[in-house]
């Protein structure tokens, strides 16, 4: 069996100098353009020539596209082109065409964000409802949540944990840029105070009571 090509093994310099970082800008350029998902410098350097440079091909891209109508954002670990966010306005077509999540599936995703990682039961601890599995589901399947890991407890009741696909869609590079309550209250998007059980028809009652249904409002 023949073994790996030249310059694969590990501490050997590849048989071939790396490209000019020129040539390793368009690289990296053309795949975010190409990618539908924002991309880490690691998935980056895995297609690019043995010896490329990504992160510096990032930082150049980065310094070139500042101030344009798009640029370069982070996102999490990983990249993505996105439009310049002082022309937001000019998205306002696509933003109210984009159906709002219910107040109930918004307060089940800013407690998961804000406390995270959080089991369910400590979710319907903070809500005072129970959390209907429907919302869980349907915020799993828009990839704004996942599954994190089993907390140490009678149960291991698993935990949830927002995605890089929710700060990619909110426009937030960590966690860490989460907006403060109070800006959320201010927003609208949260209330002064957190719902009693059964207070409108937004929030479950009981699990399994509303179905996935309840998640967007009509």
């Not at 073994?3 to 100098?17: I, K, R």
């Not at 590079?173 to 959320?184: A, I, Q």
Request: hydrophobic share 40%; proline share 8%; no cysteine.
């Amino acid at each position: 069996m023949s073994g790996p090509p030249p310059g694969d093994e590990a501490g050997t310099p590849p048989l071939f100098p790396p490209p000019p970082i020129e040539a390793q800008e368009r690289m990296v350029e053309a795949m975010l353009f190409a990618s539908a998902d924002p991309l880490t410098a690691a998935e980056l350097a895995r297609r690019m020539p043995q010896g490329a440079d990504p992160a510096e091909a990032l930082a150049r891209l980065g310094r070139r596209y500042a101030g344009r109508g798009v640029e370069l954002a982070r996102v999490g670990e990983a990249w993505a082109f996105r439009t310049a966010a002082d022309l937001g306005h000019l998205m306002s077509r696509e933003v109210t065409e984009t159906r709002r999540l219910s107040r109930a599936a918004t307060e089940t995703l800013a407690i998961i964000a804000y406390h995270q990682p959080v089991t369910r039961a400590e979710i319907e601890e903070i809500r005072g409802v129970a959390v209907s599995r429907g919302t869980i589901d349907q915020l799993l399947e828009l990839g704004w949540i996942a599954f994190g890991r089993r907390r140490n407890a009678p149960g291991r009741p698993v935990t949830y944990l927002v995605t890089q696909a929710f700060l990619d869609h909110f426009g937030l590079e960590s966690v860490r840029d989460l907006p403060g309550l109070k800006e959320l209250r201010a927003a609208g998007l949260l209330d002064s105070r957190l719902p009693a059980v059964g207070e409108d028809g937004d929030d479950e009652v009981d699990a399994g009571a509303t179905g996935q249904g309840a998640l967007f409002d009509e």
